[in-house]
Each structure stands twice: as C-alpha cells, then as structure tokens.
C-alpha cells in the first residue's frame, strides 16, 4: 500500500540556519511527489513537484527538493530559513496508476527562533 | 481568479444538526476534492470528482456524510446528523488534468465545531 511518512513532528531551527524536513515514500512505481506548505488558518499551498528527469527541483520561496529513488526519499531543503518560513509542510505522493490516490504525510510544524 | 471558495468560513452548530459545507473549484479545473483535517488523523481525503461525477468515495468516514456536484462550479459537503468527532476543518480542493500528478489548489477550508 502506498504511504508516506515525515518522522519529524515538530522542528525548531533558528532564522539563519540551514533547514531539511525529511519525506519517506512507499510506492511501486515512480510516483509523483510534491511539498505543500500551511500557514496557520490557510489552505495548503504547493511548494514544488517532481515528476521525472531532473531529480533536484527548485520551488517557490527558495525551497528546493531532491528525489532519491534508492532511499525512497523526497526530503526539502531551504539554505537559510526566514521567519515567515515558520509553517507546517507536508509531503504527498500522487499515484500514477490505478485508481488515483494523493496521499499526504503526516506534517512536519517548523518553528523559527529569531 | 479568485481561487477555491468555501463558505461559511466557520460553521459552530449543535449535535444532531445537518451541516452544509460549500466549494466553488477554480474555473476550468475537472478535479474537485473534499479533505478532513484534524490533529489525531492530519489530512484525509473523503471524497473527490472528475467532471462533476464521483470518483472515490472510499474516505467518506459513514453514511451520515454525503457529497454532490451539480455542475462544474459548485459542491456540497453534508453531515446529517453531525456529531462531535465530525469536529475538523474541511478543505475543498480542485485541480486540472491528470488527479495525481496536477496540482491541487486549496481553499481556505471550513472550520466546524459540532457541540
């Protein structure tokens, strides 16, 4: 069965600092991944996707991702974190056969220490 | 465009009331989505549609919760009798083209409290 999970409850990094929230994925076949972010009382918002090709894909707000099919990894990176950043993200796979099924994560909630 | 709509923003209402909760998708998107979010179960999907006809029905938690399309702008939600635990925000999404790979919008969800 297809799963996602993102071990990290809860993450605290200092505005600055470089962040990672990490995204495990179980699917047969290559799946399509996505970020979402929420801010607090919002509707999620899509950070980036992967679909094929390139496995390191860039997205909004100076986040980046990185597809590694041999550790069924899809973990979001961002090089220096912003206040605003502070959100809860959430990882989800999209199925490419079959009967559709777009399963999200748990979520991660990132606080920012300024 | 104005994005995904959903009205009420909040909805309080007693045990043993119906409940309407509604979604205007982005125009021109096939796909429309209803989600369920709580802290104990995080984001679950219920319900979704491709060209306003029900595709996977498969997350609506029991009978007590419907969902129509009656046309490509609008779709309703509805828990009759609601209950405490139906207590949640419930986000209407839509998207275009292909439902696992297009992206999906999201509206600013529908808060409901059931006391």
């Known amino acids: 069965a297809q799963s996602v999970t993102q071990p990290d409850i809860h993450i605290t990094v200092s505005e600055g600092a470089s962040l990672e929230l990490r995204c495990n994925y179980s699917y047969g076949a290559t799946p399509y991944l996505f970020w979402y972010v929420q801010s607090p009382g919002q509707g999620l918002q899509l950070l980036l996707k992967?679909?094929?090709?390139?496995?390191l894909v860039q997205g909004i707000k100076g986040f980046e991702a990185e597809f590694k099919r041999s550790q069924s990894s899809f973990n979001l990176r961002k090089p220096s974190v912003h206040w605003s950043d502070a959100a809860e993200y959430f990882c989800a796979v999209g199925t490419t056969s079959g009967t559709y099924k777009y399963i999200f994560g748990t979520g991660t909630r990132l606080k920012v220490l300024a | 465009d104005a994005g995904v709509i959903q009205s009420p923003r909040h909805e309080v209402t007693e045990m043993g009331q119906e409940v309407t909760l509604r979604c205007k998708p982005i125009?021109?998107?096939?796909?429309l989505f209803w989600y369920r979010q709580t802290m104990m179960r995080g984001l679950e999907l219920l319900i979704y549609?491709?060209?306003?006809?029900?595709?996977?029905d498969s997350g609506m938690p029991e009978d007590r919760f419907s969902a129509k399309m009656p046309n490509a702008s609008f779709s309703t939600l509805k828990i009759q009798p609601s209950e405490p635990r139906d207590s949640a925000v419930y986000f209407c999404?839509?998207?275009?083209?292909?439902?696992?790979?297009?992206?999906?919008?999201f509206g600013p969800g529908t808060r409901l409290t059931v006391l």
């Open positions: 999404a839509s998207s275009f083209g292909l439902a696992g790979k297009g992206e999906q919008f």
């Open positions: 992967y679909f094929s090709g390139d496995t």
């Open positions: 549609f491709n060209n306003n006809v029900p595709i996977d």
């Open positions: 125009s021109g998107h096939d796909y």
